[in-house]
């Protein structure tokens, strides 16, 4: 009996070791001075934007200015609202306000994914739109194939590749659900088996993955932004930057936005905020900041990147709830981002919340598990930034004052494509217009809101606890995020 109860803790032990997910046990074998060293340099700013090619910044607004359309937020969604405003009516005067520059939030931190899906895949669509999702996936693709052509059309250098994205399955149970997608997409995706998948990309950690050639396209998501407002300002749009819009109020006629430089009266306005508090009040429940995180290695040399394959240069991520998505860049640099989502008590957007170290530790150390043959890599960048979370993980429309104002967000970290969609919904809220994407359920319904404080901050802890959990138990699901599903609050990604 002695002897038993003295094996007990190591039975324990053991148990608990084999319910650690692959990346789980990566943080544990990777050495810390490793992992330390390999961060050691990084710059904590965002790759992307620590760019000497950056533009100047725009004056801020200085004096008062009327308009047809006052655009907020100069990321993606603000640019391609402001964008098509113009191609749809030249004539239009458009007047875009930006609080600090051009791209410099989620739009300029991203990893640069730009994929077609419009309700953060296909299985989220069906569960909360399934009368719905498939021409909803119509209207994606055309989406992003408008958006290429934009890009082309008007000669954006955001290093665009057309590789698509590969899922891998990092755990023995997520081949099924590999296998089962690739039945149901048929020629649309690519399957590989456990020795396919590794030879296309050498990782030790696959057991399979999917290839879907087409519902994405990489770029650098900070030239896109800065792309799309010299190709705003070739068609008339006024930028101001370091203009922080303090109090929106209406009249009968005109909506008034109150700057520290002066006073924009326009007939309507495009709110297009993100993670930052809604100038609208009723919308602020609707959304949480969320911080993701990111590393950039050094570029790889040729005998690394001959290590590694990824010769197609594909997307790739992995199945688990909390996962990862990584991606070389035009000079072959990996960006590695993803796994931990960080929600700060009252829904606070702020500097400090930019870094996070044990994140960036955590990473690393991924990283070097998945890719072992580039032990001894540098990494030359480390960043966050939030992301602007609604319940049901993709876009919702409001508008306010009469139709005069309308407002778009919830986009969760999935908006590079979507936000374009999300303009030409706005701008048809606000023409006052019944077009097809108007009728759209996904354009009339809104999420539910997330609760006042403390209760947001206890359900989204118990809520990682529970994804987290549900990585180590295979992908089975508990009583908490059973009852979201029930309540259509749940995300499968």
Known sequence: MAA????????????????RTAYERAEAEVPRAEVRAALAGARRRPFWLDDPRRPDAAPALAGDVATDLAVVGGGF?????????????????????????????????NGGFCEASLTHGDANGARHLPGEVDRLRELGRENLAELVATIERHGIDCDLERTGTL?????????????????ETGAATVYFDAAAVRAEVASPLYHAGLWDTA????????????????????????????TPVRALTATPVAVTLDTDGGTVTARRVALATNAFPSLLRRTRLHTV?????????????????????????????????????YRLTADNRILFGGYDAVYHYGRRVRPEHETSEATFERLAAHLLATFPQLRGIRF????GGAIDTCSRFFAFFTTAHGGRVAYAAGFTGLGVAATRFAGDVMLDLLDGVRTERTALAMV?????????????WLGIT????????????????GPWLRLLDALKLGFDS
């Open 380 to 383: 030359t960048h480390a960043w």
């Open 77 to 109: 969604a603000g640019l391609w609202t402001a964008l098509r405003a113009k191609e749809r009516d030249p004539a239009r005067r458009v007047v875009l306000l930006e609080a600090r520059r051009v791209g410099w939030a989620a739009s300029g931190r």
């Open 167 to 183: 899922n891998v399955a990092t755990e023995p149970h997520q081949v099924a659900w590999l296998a089962e997608e690739a039945a």
């Open 215 to 242: 519902g994405t396209v990489l770029l650098n998501p900070a030239k896109l932004a800065w792309g799309l407002a010299r190709v705003c300002r070739e068609l008339g749009v006024e930028i101001y930057e370091h």
């Open 444 to 456: 009339r319904r809104r999420p539910r809101p997330f609760p006042p404080e403390p209760l947001a």
């Open 4 to 19: 038993d109860s003295e094996l007990r803790p190591a039975r324990a032990a053991a148990r608990r070791a084999q319910r």
């Open 462 to 477: 118990l809520t990682v606890a529970a994804l987290a959990r549900a990585d180590r138990r295979q992908g089975r699901r």
């Open 289 to 325: 900041p969320v911080y993701d995180y990111a590393l950039m290695t050094e570029p790889l040399s040729a005998e690394q990147l001959e290590a590694i394959g990824w010769r197609r240069r594909q997307g790739l991520a992995d199945l688990s709830n909390r996962f990862h998505y």
